[in-house]
T-cell receptor, first 109, second 115 residues
Framework: GIQVEQSPPDLILQEGANSTLRCNFSDSVNNLQWFHQNPWGQLINLFYIPSGTKQNGRLSATTVATERYSLLYISSSQTTDSGVYFCAVVSSGTYKYIFGTGTRLKVLA | SQTIHQWPATLVQPVGSPLSLECTVEGTSNPNLYWYRQAAGRGLQLLFYSVGIGQISSEVPQNLSASRPQDRQFILSSKKLLLSDSGFYLC??????????????FGPGTRLTVL
């Protein structure tokens, strides 16, 4: 089955810093999502981005489907950005989302 | 707008007891429904998914089962819980559109501790 790898596994930033999170996948995909899991466990949808670039405030994402990766950019990080960031993909011909192992982000005040 | 509900929010159960977790979706029809489990500090593992009433696909051999008695209701069950069943259980839905836009949305989760 499709493999989804995220890097880095852990990241510590000072408030105000920028960061880039990466998601690599091993096969062609129909769908790709980025989620933020907050400290209470809630999974928050950040981007639905099977291809192209999207921006939402301080966050933006780019997926290059032909090269099998996606990037999540966080600019001017805030302490509320702390948590775990997951990417999830749906491989062609299925309905199943496969999740990466996540990037645990901690933003220090 | 669509909303997804899960209950209970937390649950502490003894080993060997039965389990029933419920998930319901409002504001949409014929959704795809999913159950995931997340162990402490780990990623999400897909347990079951359903593309329609009575249609359940199991992803991982385990002590659990799932049922979909109604279009927007998804139930996760066990006859006898094991210690290894502890974790955070998340229900999710997506639109039932074949190989097309089907963004997935998650419920608030149930935190299960088996003692």
């Amino acid at each position: 089955g499709i493999q989804v790898e995220q890097s880095p596994p852990d990241l510590i930033l000072q408030e105000g810093a920028n960061s880039t999170l990466r998601c690599n996948f091993s096969d062609s995909v129909n769908n790709l999502q980025w989620f933020h899991q907050n400290p209470w466990g809630q999974l928050i949808n950040l981007f639905y981005i099977p291809s192209g670039t999207k921006q939402n405030g301080r966050l933006s994402a780019t997926t290059v489907a032909t090269e099998r990766y996606s990037l999540l950019y966080i600019s001017s990080s805030q302490t509320t950005d702390s948590g775990v960031y997951f990417c999830a993909v749906v491989s062609s011909g299925t309905y199943k989302y496969i999740f990466g192992t996540g990037t645990r982000l901690k933003v220090l005040a | 707008s669509q909303t997804i509900h899960q209950w209970p929010a937390t649950l502490v159960q003894p080993v060997g007891s039965p389990l029933s977790l419920e998930c319901t979706v409002e504001g949409t029809s014929n959704p795809n429904l999913y159950w995931y489990r997340q162990a402490a500090g780990r990623g999400l593992q897909l347990l079951f998914y359903s593309v329609g009433i009575g249609q359940i696909s199991s992803e991982v051999p385990q002590n659990l089962s799932a049922s979909r008695p109604q279009d927007r209701q998804f139930i996760l069950s066990s006859k006898k819980l094991l210690l290894s069943d502890s974790g955070f259980y998340l229900c999710a839905w997506s639109a039932n559109v074949r190989e097309s836009y089907n963004e997935q949305f998650f419920g608030p989760g149930t935190r299960l501790t088996v003692l």
